[in-house]
């Protein structure tokens, strides 16, 4: 939806989320959560950037991508 993503860092949002994108925040850390939270909704984000990175996270982009791979190995 071309929106920034606040989250902490975990798993997979530390591969997905960047400055560009979103903000991330060490887990258990309610204080810099919200803290991330208020920057974030007063940063100016540029939402056509944001929505590109997702876009290659998007499952029928994935799938493109394990069908291809699939289909190399078995060559």
């Known amino acids: 939806f071309g929106v920034p993503i606040v989250t902490t ?7 997905i989320i960047n400055e560009e994108n979103g903000l991330l925040v060490p887990p258990k850390k309610s204080t810099r ?17 944001i ?17 291809e791979l699939y289909k190399n190995v078995l060559k």
């Open 9 to 15: 860092e975990n798993g997979g949002s530390l591969d």
């Open 51 to 67: 929505q590109a990175s997702a876009e290659k996270y998007r499952w029928e982009n994935i799938i493109k991508k394990y069908l």
């Open 33 to 49: 959560l919200s803290e991330a939270i208020v920057r974030a909704l007063n940063k100016k984000w540029d939402r056509d950037t």
